[in-house]
């Protein structure tokens, strides 16, 4: 009797059940790896952590599952916070973000205040609607840079498509629209 040796990139042999049989493997793999039950204590935990940093818990659970890390900062588009043309806070956001316990800072957009507008941790320039993706990332990075702030654990909140982009450009945790994050 002749034995066939299987060739390179062959499985040994092992076919027996096909495509559904390697698919229920796999899962039952990945489910002993993975945990789906999380202790009461860490999500009254992360439940806190969401109020603190001004999130519904849903928005705050899908970030950090989907950076792998916490949020430890926000950073703000000046058109978010209400300072169009002016250097100063809208009410309504002023009054949301002294509540936060977490560093927060703003891109603005022309003219950059002297110092952050109180309850902001930080002001840097904002890129330009007309810029490259390069200048993008270098101008929303350089901040965050400067303050040791891991780029993957910030959430930017923005009030416009191009603000949007910023998050993919810096690598961000993630990116929510202003009217949301202010609402309630």
């Known amino acids: 009797m002749v034995e066939l ?14 495509y559904a049989g390697r698919l229920h493997l796999w899962r039952k793999a990945r489910a002993s790896l993975v945990s789906n039950r999380i202790p009461v204590e860490v999500i009254r935990t992360r439940m806190r952590r969401a109020a ?6 849903t928005t ?13 900062a926000l950073l703000f588009s000046s058109s978010a916070v209400g300072m ?11 009054a949301k ?7 927060r800072g703003v891109l603005v957009h022309r003219p950059l205040p002297a110092t952050a507008p109180l309850p902001l941790d930080w002001a840097a320039p904002a890129p330009a609607f007309t ?3 390069s200048t993008i990332r270098a101008m929303v990075m350089a901040p965050l840079r400067d303050r040791g702030l891991p ?3 910030v959430l930017l909140v923005g009030a416009t498509a191009v603000e949007r982009e910023w998050c993919a450009a810096a690598r961000a945790a993630g990116w929510i629209d202003a009217e949301r994050y202010f609402a309630a």
């Open 5 to 18: 040796t299987p060739g390179i990139g062959h499985n040994s042999g092992w076919d027996a059940n096909g």
């Open 52 to 57: 603190a940093l001004g999130l519904d818990f």
């Open 60 to 72: 705050y659970a899908s970030i950090r599952a989907a950076s792998g890390r916490d949020v430890v």
């Open 84 to 94: 169009l043309r002016r250097a100063e806070l809208d009410g309504r956001a002023a």
């Open 97 to 103: 973000l002294s509540a936060l316990a977490v560093e």
């Open 131 to 133: 810029a490259d993706w």
């Open 151 to 153: 780029p993957d654990a």
